[in-house]
């Protein structure tokens, strides 16, 4: 199991027939996170006329949506469309809009909400969390060149090494590709190198590019 979210708070701002549309993206893990967030957001935009939002969260799969007086299905639900269709969760965010005195009609609101939201989308730093192994590597030097080389082509995160009488590398490596890795090992050093699972937890591998 993997999951997208975001590294840290973001923005992302349109002005559309004079109306500013003010879109900030908040990682959340609980509803009242979110929440404090979204009333957090109204408090500094208090001047607004709307401050529309939606949430996704990976507890209890809670999906929430507000269109905050614009009409019904023109701003919370455009917001929401944009983080599902970008993948994201433990994400809120709140589109403000400063109403700029000409009415945009549904589509138009529509239209501007979504492009405020996928702006801060795109101006965030997304990480993918997948399930891994932290994983400890104890080998001779005589081994270090094969085992250096082999380890990118499983996609794996540097932790620490250690150059002492032995080389101990320290790295994470995706769960589904932790026994590839295993065999490959045993393989090339006639069992001699020794492996050890440190623990299991989820690791951002939204850098890595798997040679597999």
Avoid at 9 to 33: D, N
Avoid at 49 to 70: F, I, K, P
Avoid at 97 to 109: C, N, T
Avoid at 187 to 193: F, H, P
Wanted: glycine fraction near 8%.
């Amino acid at each position: 199991m993997e999951y997208r979210t975001i590294a840290a708070p973001c923005e992302g701002s349109i002005t559309e027939k004079r109306s500013e549309f003010i879109a900030q993206l908040q990682p959340v893990l609980t509803v009242e996170e979110a929440a404090a967030f979204v009333e957090q957001t109204k408090a500094k935009h208090h001047k607004a006329r709307h401050n529309v939002w939606a949430y996704c969260l990976r507890a209890d799969g809670a999906v929430r949506y507000s269109d905050d007086g614009e009409p019904q299905g023109t701003g919370g639900v455009p917001v929401l469309s944009v983080l599902q269709k970008s993948q994201l969760t433990d994400v809120c965010c709140v589109v403000t809009r400063y109403f700029g005195g000409v009415l945009l009609g549904a589509s138009g609101l529509t239209r501007a909400y979504s492009a405020a939201a996928a702006l801060a989308v795109q101006n965030a730093k997304i990480q993918c969390f997948c399930e891994a192994v932290r994983l400890q590597i104890t080998m001779d030097y005589a081994l270090y060149g094969k085992v250096s080389y082999l380890l990118p082509e499983y996609g794996i995160l540097e932790v620490s090494s250690d150059f002492g009488e032995l080389v101990t590398l320290c790295i994470d490596i995706k769960k589904e590709t932790h026994p590839l890795l295993e065999a490959r090992l045993v393989e090339i050093s006639c069992g001699t190198i020794q492996t050890q699972v440190l623990m299991e937890h989820y690791a951002d591998f939204a850098s890595v590019s798997d040679g597999l």
